[in-house]
């Protein structure tokens, strides 16, 4: 899973994903655990390495 939230709030949005079959969600409005590793949400690479996963939601 990948956070990509305000670093201040820690809030903003995660991409989950399997890699089996990049079958993928997007869940807005989530606050990154403590401890997750997140990226900024004005990081334009923010979703690098993130595959081109197929959404289900
Ligand atoms: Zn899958």
């Known amino acids: 899973m990948r956070y990509i939230v305000d670093p201040d709030s820690r809030v903003g949005y995660?991409?989950?994903w399997?890699?089996?079959c990049l079958?993928?969600?997007t869940v807005s409005r989530v606050r990154a655990p403590?401890?997750?590793p997140t990226r900024a949400?004005?990081?334009?690479e923010?979703?690098?390495g993130v595959p081109d996963f197929?959404?289900?939601d």
């Open 14 to 16: 995660g991409l989950l």
């Open 18 to 20: 399997c890699g089996a």
């Open 23 to 25: 079958c993928g969600i």
């Open 34 to 36: 403590d401890g997750a």
């Open 41 to 44: 949400l004005s990081d334009p």
């Open 46 to 48: 923010a979703s690098a």
């Open 54 to 56: 197929v959404r289900v």
